[in-house]
């Protein structure tokens, strides 16, 4: 007779976190059940398509893309099977009287140094916004 007891786990959610637990419990050799209320898995992370248009229901931006890697590594599965990312860098831009702007990194220190060059220049109203722009925009 065994009298090894097969440990398992239920988990209410199919959202990103219930997913990620899932994978891995399942890694340790848990048995896994996860149980969602929508039809579909992913939670806030889910799209809206209506008449030919694309609409994000909630986050479409990987901020820290090695918590998926590491998801991955743990079920020893390669990531590139599955699907593929491309960085993308990011950038404020400050437009100066709606005519100039300057194209500024969201590195936190390099973004300091080049505003803080720049307000030392000009004495300028500024207005700030932030948008991801394509890299060959200068």
Excluded at 21 to 48: C, D, M, W
Excluded at 55 to 61: Q, T
Excluded at 66 to 90: A, P, W
């Amino acid at each position: 007779m065994d009298d090894t007891i097969q440990k398992k786990a239920i988990i209410i959610g199919a959202g990103i976190a219930g997913l990620s637990l899932a994978v891995r419990l399942q890694s340790k050799g848990i048995q896994v059940s996860v149980f969602e209320a929508n039809t579909y898995p992913g939670g806030k992370l889910t799209e809206l398509s209506k008449k030919g248009y694309r609409f994000d229901m909630g986050p479409s931006l990987f901020t820290m893309p090695q918590f998926v890697e590491e998801l991955f590594s743990i079920s020893n599965k390669n990531i590139n099977h599955y699907f593929s990312y491309k960085k993308k860098r990011l950038y404020v831009i400050i437009f100066i009287k709606m005519e100039h702007f300057l194209k500024l990194p969201l590195i936190p220190i390099h973004f300091l140094q080049m505003l803080l060059t720049f307000l030392m220049l000009k004495k300028t109203p500024l207005i700030i916004t932030s948008k991801k722009v394509k890299k060959n925009m200068s």
